[in-house]
């Protein structure tokens, strides 16, 4: 009856979902523009922030392009609150880092977090459910309260604003001991020009003897 009220339809497509299907329908899965550097051997996303910090492994499920599925795919979980996406996306991508030993040494995965106005406003972390299923697939913590945003930023939605943006954005870390030695899996929805992500890791790579791999969603 639920089904009938509601049905289960893809969230790029909106067709009605099959048996057997969920999230997407196996028409825009199988039109996934596939990255997975961790599947392919790739050093080429690592190899964005050769010289910015160390850095031990770097991958993306996704390649991003403008108008593509991928954009549909985040626009639809950023703005249209379908946080199905994200734990679609953390249980793919956790079952196959599961089976990675390049990952399977990871001992924490700490999400990029949202500034607390952005937070209350949108309702939730985008990246949350991604690093979730990541943390359960590797069956390592997941902690959401290491690294902190506090600055605001408004929405990305052009590349000039990207940068502006990113040159703005501040983090802290609290809870230091807890990474100590640890290595720890740093999660996002998309790598852009990386600087996100590199003033993350910056402040997590304050705490004792911590190492850094990074796993989003996509990248451009």
Known sequence: MLNLLFPKVCVCCTELLNS???VLCLDCLHSLPIASFHKT????????????????????LLY???????????HNLKYRGKKEISFFFGKWMGAELA??????????VIPVPLHKQKLKKRG???????GKEIALALNVPYRDDILIKISKTGSQVFK???????????????????????????VD??????????????????GEN??????????T
């Not at 996303?45 to 993306?60: E, H, W």
């Not at 991003?64 to 985040?74: A, C, P, V, W």
């Not at 089976?99 to 924490?108: A, F």
């Not at 911590?210 to 990248?219: F, G, K, L």
């Open 64 to 74: 991003f392009h403008k108008r593509g599925l991928t954009q549909q795919l985040l």
């Open 160 to 186: 000039t604003r990207i940068l502006r943006f990113e040159a703005e954005e501040v983090f802290f870390t609290q809870n230091l001991d807890d990474i100590k030695n640890k290595h720890v899996l740093l």
């Open 41 to 60: 051997g790739s050093e080429t996303l690592k190899d964005k922030f050769y010289g910015r910090f160390l850095l031990k492994n770097a991958t993306a």
């Open 124 to 130: 939730f972390n985008q990246v949350e459910g991604f």
């Open 210 to 219: 911590v190492s850094i791999s990074i796993a989003t969603i996509a990248t």
């Open 99 to 108: 089976e990675h030993s390049d990952y399977t040494q990871v001992e924490m």
């Open 20 to 22: 057997g299907e969920n």
């Open 189 to 206: 929805d998309i790598i852009t020009t990386g600087a996100t992500l590199e003033k993350c890791a910056l402040q997590l790579l304050k």
